[in-house]
């Protein structure tokens, strides 16, 4: 666990989560996982992302260290690593959230390729409920994918 303590460049909260997740893969990893559902090694080195599989190798293995995410196989296929965030990198989900919709509102206009926060409808739901609908639909996804051979 010391080179986890090694992380964190001082005692400030901000910059200490920062230092978790401001790198620049970590919260695109979470987002992909919880709003893509993407749950294996190769379903997120083939996002549109592009993060390199050394890149993603090292960036999981940081965090299933951090305990933001888990693996395991689905019931019939021990070869497939299933990742899925834990309470811990679920609890993110919120800055996720606000991370989108400030996108939204601010650089639309700046990049005008950018996907639309509309995708499920979540722009008409409060903040708290469009939470709680991507959790729903992310747990869902992990549920389905831990009991399918995959």
């Known amino acids: ?9 001082c005692s400030c909260p901000v ?30 080195s083939e996002s549109e992302e592009g993060i390199a599989p050394n890149i993603l190798s ?7 260290s951090l305990d933001l995410i888990t693996k395991t196989h689905p019931p019939n296929n021990k070869k497939v690593n299933i990742y899925h965030l834990t309470e811990k990198g679920l609890s993110i989900s919120p800055i996720v959230y606000d991370l989108m919709a400030w996108s939204n509102t601010y650089l639309r206009d700046e990049h005008t390729a950018m996907k639309s926060l509309d995708q499920h409808s979540i722009s008409l739901l409060s903040r708290e409920k469009a939470i709680d609908y991507i959790q729903e639909h992310y747990k869902a996804s992990v549920s389905s994918v831990l009991s399918d051979d995959y």
């Open 1 to 9: 666990m010391e080179t986890i303590k090694n992380i964190f460049r």
């Open 15 to 44: 910059t200490s989560a920062v230092d978790i997740v401001g790198d620049r893969w970590t919260l695109v990893i979470i987002k992909l996982m919880l709003i893509q559902h993407c749950h294996t090694f190769k379903d997120i």
């Open 58 to 64: 090292s960036r999981l293995k940081t965090m299933l």
